[in-house]
């Protein structure tokens, strides 16, 4: 019997030990984004009433504003084919990095739909951006964007949504558990996060240093924790309605989507693209981030339904 009860602690303390112990080993964030390193970071930071934002602002004061809204996690470099292009074309272009993500502060908030349409509203009033813009939303930005229009109809001239989150998902995942999702994030997800990413092409081996780029803002305090929130409450969202709303709006609106897109399939373009009224644009030889991958095909055509006066 005593055989079995020190069995039964050492196991108990094995486990606590390992509760401890894993989380730390694996951990990645160890610097602040504070003032320091804001200095050392490229672009520019706005302060909101939420934190600092991390943002970049090109092209003629007087052009036409370009809001440029990443996805759930790569931070405003993903846009980069995209931003050049614009603003090679004579484009006022903002590319911004979401609350949690790239530069911006990590708050200690609820990560929903709220707080990142306070953050683009408050963005665009900070800079002093002329409106209406066009709005270009990425994977969960087209959520975001989305939701902003429906919300706020008279800032929009013309949307683009690029392979858009539309759908709220099933609220089933360990990691969202109050005790156990923190370790689940910090022992088993965070950890493959950045390998993770090249997934989104439909060619991977043709960027061989994504992941690497991408570890460089999990080493801000913060980014798990924002990552696990929206998980929590921003993914549970019905985009759905917003949807319906856009499409009622009768604006033009360009869809854009990779063909082999394992993320959110190409087979849901036809439902996308018919609630909101939308033109579609299917890209061979693309994944998730079609604008990144043939920005040779997407970058014209874009550039075309912006300068459209229709």
Known sequence: MQKLFLAIISVFLLLLAAWIILPL??????????????LSAPGQFANLSKGFTHYELAGPETAQTVVLIHGFSVPQYIWEPTFQSLTSA?????????????YSDRPELKYNGSLFDSQ?????KNLNLTLPADIIGLSMG????????AKHPENVRKLVLIDPSHRAKDKHSMVEKPVIGKFIMDVFLAPGMAESQTTDFFKPERFPDWAQKYR???????????????????????HWAAYKQVGALNKPVLLIWGRGD????????????????ADLLAIDQAGHLPHYEQPEIVNPILLEFLANDS
Do not use: C, W
């Open 25 to 38: 080993s694996y951990n990645e964030e160890y610097q602040s984004i504070d003032a320091q390193a804001r």
């Open 142 to 149: 087209g959520a975001i964007a989305t939701d902003f229009t």
């Open 90 to 102: 004579g484009y006022r272009v903002l590319r911004y990095d979401l609350y949690g993500r790239g």
């Open 120 to 124: 683009l509203s408050e963005l665009l």
């Open 262 to 277: 394992k993320t959110i399939p190409f087979s849901a373009s036809p439902a996308v693209q018919d609630v909101l009224k």
């Open 216 to 238: 460089n803002q999990m080493t801000y305090k913060g980014f798990k924790f924002a990552i696990r929130s929206t998980l929590k409450n921003y993914a549970h969202e019905d």
